[in-house]
Protein backbone atom coordinates (compact mmCIF):
# COMPACT_ATOMS: atom_id res chain seq x y z
CA UNK A 1 0.00 0.00 0.00
CA UNK A 2 1.40 3.10 -1.13
CA UNK A 3 1.89 5.68 2.21
CA UNK A 4 4.15 7.73 3.87
CA UNK A 5 6.23 6.14 7.32
CA UNK A 6 7.51 7.77 10.20
CA UNK A 7 9.93 6.05 12.65
CA UNK A 8 9.98 5.40 15.69
CA UNK A 9 6.62 6.38 16.92
CA UNK A 10 7.86 7.45 20.35
CA UNK A 11 12.04 8.55 21.03
CA UNK A 12 13.74 9.54 24.27
CA UNK A 13 16.95 11.81 23.96
CA UNK A 14 19.36 12.51 26.68
CA UNK A 15 19.95 16.68 26.78
CA UNK A 16 23.17 17.25 24.60
CA UNK A 17 22.49 14.79 21.85
CA UNK A 18 21.25 14.61 18.52
CA UNK A 19 18.80 12.37 17.29
CA UNK A 20 17.15 11.76 13.73
CA UNK A 21 13.72 11.31 12.95
CA UNK A 22 13.00 9.34 9.62
CA UNK A 23 10.29 9.93 7.14
CA UNK A 24 9.70 7.63 3.82
CA UNK A 25 7.26 7.75 1.19
CA UNK A 26 6.33 5.58 -1.62
CA UNK A 27 4.03 7.97 -3.27
CA UNK A 28 6.11 9.25 -5.72
CA UNK A 29 5.69 12.50 -4.35
CA UNK A 30 8.20 15.37 -5.08
CA UNK A 31 7.82 17.58 -1.91
CA UNK A 32 8.29 16.54 1.57
CA UNK A 33 7.56 18.51 4.74
CA UNK A 34 8.62 18.48 8.26
CA UNK A 35 6.66 19.89 10.96
CA UNK A 36 6.37 20.35 14.56
CA UNK A 37 3.18 20.80 16.76
CA UNK A 38 2.76 21.33 20.12
CA UNK A 39 -0.14 21.77 22.49
CA UNK A 40 -2.49 25.22 21.74
CA UNK A 41 0.48 25.57 19.04
CA UNK A 42 -0.87 23.98 15.84
CA UNK A 43 1.39 22.90 13.67
CA UNK A 44 4.50 24.74 12.77
CA UNK A 45 7.07 24.03 9.39
CA UNK A 46 10.19 23.39 10.62
CA UNK A 47 11.75 22.26 6.71
CA UNK A 48 10.30 21.01 3.64
CA UNK A 49 11.89 20.32 -0.08
CA UNK A 50 9.94 20.25 -3.04
CA UNK A 51 13.09 18.52 -4.96
CA UNK A 52 15.75 15.71 -4.25
CA UNK A 53 18.93 17.86 -3.21
CA UNK A 54 17.51 20.61 -2.08
CA UNK A 55 15.34 22.02 0.87
CA UNK A 56 14.03 25.50 2.53
CA UNK A 57 13.99 26.78 5.97
CA UNK A 58 10.38 26.97 7.63
CA UNK A 59 9.59 28.61 10.69
CA UNK A 60 10.99 27.45 13.47
CA UNK A 61 14.28 25.76 11.29
CA UNK A 62 16.62 26.89 14.07
CA UNK A 63 17.87 24.13 16.03
CA UNK A 64 16.75 21.45 12.83
CA UNK A 65 18.97 19.69 10.15
CA UNK A 66 17.44 17.85 7.48
CA UNK A 67 18.40 15.89 4.21
CA UNK A 68 16.95 14.97 0.51
CA UNK A 69 19.45 12.81 -1.10
CA UNK A 70 16.15 10.17 -2.19
CA UNK A 71 13.21 11.17 -3.47
CA UNK A 72 11.75 9.02 -0.73
CA UNK A 73 13.27 10.12 2.08
CA UNK A 74 13.39 13.54 4.31
CA UNK A 75 15.21 12.77 7.67
CA UNK A 76 15.18 15.25 9.88
CA UNK A 77 17.88 15.55 12.79
CA UNK A 78 17.23 17.14 15.72
CA UNK A 79 20.35 18.97 17.53
CA UNK A 80 21.49 19.93 20.50
CA UNK A 81 21.44 23.22 19.42
CA UNK A 82 17.28 22.77 19.71
CA UNK A 83 16.27 24.10 23.09
CA UNK A 84 12.93 22.72 23.65
CA UNK A 85 12.79 19.82 21.44
CA UNK A 86 10.36 17.79 23.41
CA UNK A 87 7.30 18.13 20.82
CA UNK A 88 5.14 15.88 18.66
CA UNK A 89 6.89 15.86 14.65
CA UNK A 90 4.53 15.04 11.66
CA UNK A 91 6.18 14.31 8.18
CA UNK A 92 3.94 15.02 5.04
CA UNK A 93 4.61 15.03 1.50
CA UNK A 94 2.37 16.21 -1.48
CA UNK A 95 2.53 15.95 -5.43
CA UNK A 96 3.26 19.15 -7.15
CA UNK A 97 0.04 20.30 -9.37
CA UNK A 98 -3.37 20.71 -9.20
CA UNK A 99 -6.02 18.66 -7.18
CA UNK A 100 -3.44 17.06 -4.84
CA UNK A 101 -3.40 16.94 -1.52
CA UNK A 102 -0.51 16.22 1.45
CA UNK A 103 -0.75 12.87 3.12
CA UNK A 104 1.09 12.87 6.60
CA UNK A 105 2.59 10.14 8.59
CA UNK A 106 1.62 9.00 12.12
CA UNK A 107 4.08 11.01 13.62
CA UNK A 108 7.05 10.83 16.01
CA UNK A 109 7.06 11.70 19.56
CA UNK A 110 10.00 13.17 21.35
CA UNK A 111 11.19 13.13 24.67
CA UNK A 112 14.10 14.85 26.18
CA UNK A 113 14.93 13.18 29.70
CA UNK B 1 2.20 37.07 6.43
CA UNK B 2 0.26 34.01 6.10
CA UNK B 3 -2.10 33.34 9.05
CA UNK B 4 -4.49 31.20 9.75
CA UNK B 5 -7.37 31.51 12.74
CA UNK B 6 -9.39 29.24 14.27
CA UNK B 7 -11.43 28.81 17.70
CA UNK B 8 -9.61 26.13 19.95
CA UNK B 9 -13.01 24.72 21.02
CA UNK B 10 -16.45 23.41 20.12
CA UNK B 11 -18.75 21.01 21.96
CA UNK B 12 -21.75 19.82 20.45
CA UNK B 13 -24.73 17.29 21.37
CA UNK B 14 -24.51 13.63 19.46
CA UNK B 15 -26.88 14.05 16.14
CA UNK B 16 -26.48 17.61 16.31
CA UNK B 17 -24.95 20.09 13.25
CA UNK B 18 -21.25 20.89 14.13
CA UNK B 19 -19.96 24.46 12.67
CA UNK B 20 -16.04 24.78 12.70
CA UNK B 21 -14.96 28.00 11.51
CA UNK B 22 -11.48 29.61 10.37
CA UNK B 23 -10.19 32.94 8.43
CA UNK B 24 -7.29 33.19 6.77
CA UNK B 25 -4.96 36.40 5.68
CA UNK B 26 -3.66 35.15 2.19
CA UNK B 27 -5.82 36.52 -0.66
CA UNK B 28 -3.38 34.78 -2.81
CA UNK B 29 -3.96 31.04 -1.03
CA UNK B 30 -5.46 28.65 -3.55
CA UNK B 31 -6.36 25.80 -1.59
CA UNK B 32 -8.25 25.25 1.72
CA UNK B 33 -8.18 22.33 3.96
CA UNK B 34 -10.02 20.54 6.23
CA UNK B 35 -7.55 17.92 8.77
CA UNK B 36 -8.72 15.66 11.57
CA UNK B 37 -6.30 14.20 13.94
CA UNK B 38 -7.64 11.70 16.48
CA UNK B 39 -5.17 11.49 19.98
CA UNK B 40 -1.78 10.50 19.25
CA UNK B 41 -2.09 10.00 15.13
CA UNK B 42 -1.27 11.84 12.33
CA UNK B 43 -3.52 14.38 10.13
CA UNK B 44 -6.05 12.78 7.70
CA UNK B 45 -7.39 14.93 5.12
CA UNK B 46 -11.44 15.27 5.47
CA UNK B 47 -11.78 17.67 2.55
CA UNK B 48 -10.54 20.38 0.32
CA UNK B 49 -11.66 23.27 -1.89
CA UNK B 50 -10.25 25.26 -4.45
CA UNK B 51 -10.35 29.25 -3.85
CA UNK B 52 -12.70 29.66 -6.77
CA UNK B 53 -15.32 27.76 -5.58
CA UNK B 54 -18.00 28.83 -3.04
CA UNK B 55 -19.14 25.49 -1.58
CA UNK B 56 -18.34 21.68 -2.06
CA UNK B 57 -20.44 18.46 -0.11
CA UNK B 58 -19.19 15.20 0.87
CA UNK B 59 -21.84 13.01 2.24
CA UNK B 60 -22.02 14.56 5.89
CA UNK B 61 -19.42 17.88 5.24
CA UNK B 62 -20.15 20.95 3.76
CA UNK B 63 -17.17 23.31 3.22
CA UNK B 64 -18.43 27.41 2.47
CA UNK B 65 -15.72 29.62 1.12
CA UNK B 66 -16.60 33.70 1.51
CA UNK B 67 -13.28 34.54 -0.14
CA UNK B 68 -14.20 38.11 0.19
CA UNK B 69 -14.35 37.68 3.81
CA UNK B 70 -11.40 34.92 3.58
CA UNK B 71 -13.57 32.92 6.00
CA UNK B 72 -14.00 29.26 5.54
CA UNK B 73 -16.43 26.55 7.73
CA UNK B 74 -16.46 23.09 8.13
CA UNK B 75 -20.02 21.93 9.05
CA UNK B 76 -20.85 18.03 9.55
CA UNK B 77 -23.84 16.94 9.79
CA UNK B 78 -25.62 14.29 12.51
CA UNK B 79 -22.27 14.46 14.84
CA UNK B 80 -21.25 11.30 16.17
CA UNK B 81 -19.01 10.51 19.20
CA UNK B 82 -16.75 9.36 16.47
CA UNK B 83 -16.05 12.80 14.72
CA UNK B 84 -14.21 14.02 18.64
CA UNK B 85 -11.08 15.20 17.69
CA UNK B 86 -9.30 18.25 16.55
CA UNK B 87 -10.29 19.44 13.48
CA UNK B 88 -7.19 21.99 11.49
CA UNK B 89 -7.90 24.45 9.08
CA UNK B 90 -5.02 24.86 6.25
CA UNK B 91 -4.28 27.29 3.12
CA UNK B 92 -1.68 26.67 0.77
CA UNK B 93 -0.32 28.58 -2.57
CA UNK B 94 0.11 25.05 -4.47
CA UNK B 95 0.20 21.78 -4.70
CA UNK B 96 3.78 21.20 -3.55
CA UNK B 97 4.23 24.43 -1.28
CA UNK B 98 3.91 24.46 2.10
CA UNK B 99 0.42 24.53 4.38
CA UNK B 100 -0.26 27.30 6.97
CA UNK B 101 -2.22 25.55 9.47
CA UNK B 102 -4.11 27.36 11.98
CA UNK B 103 -4.01 26.28 15.71
CA UNK B 104 -7.25 23.50 15.39
CA UNK B 105 -10.18 23.43 17.12
CA UNK B 106 -10.92 20.82 19.49
CA UNK B 107 -14.22 19.19 18.93
CA UNK B 108 -16.41 17.02 21.91
CA UNK B 109 -19.20 15.49 20.89
CA UNK B 110 -21.44 14.88 24.16
CA UNK B 111 -23.86 11.64 24.00
Known sequence: DGGITQSPKYLFRKEGQNVTLSCEQNLNHDAMYWYRQDPGQGLRLIYYSQIVNDFQKGDIAEGYSVSREKKESFPLTVTSAQKNPTAFYLCASSMAGVDTEAFFGQGTRLTVV | ?111
Not at chain 2, 6 to 34: A, H, K, M
Not at chain 2, 93 to 98: E, F, K, M
Request: a negative charge.
Open chain 2, 1 to 111: GEDVEQSLFLSVREGDSSVINCTYTDSSSTYLYWYKQEPGAGLQLLTYIFSNMDMKQDQRLTVLLNKKDKHLSLRIADTQTGDSAIYFCAESLSGNTPLVFGKGTRLSVIA
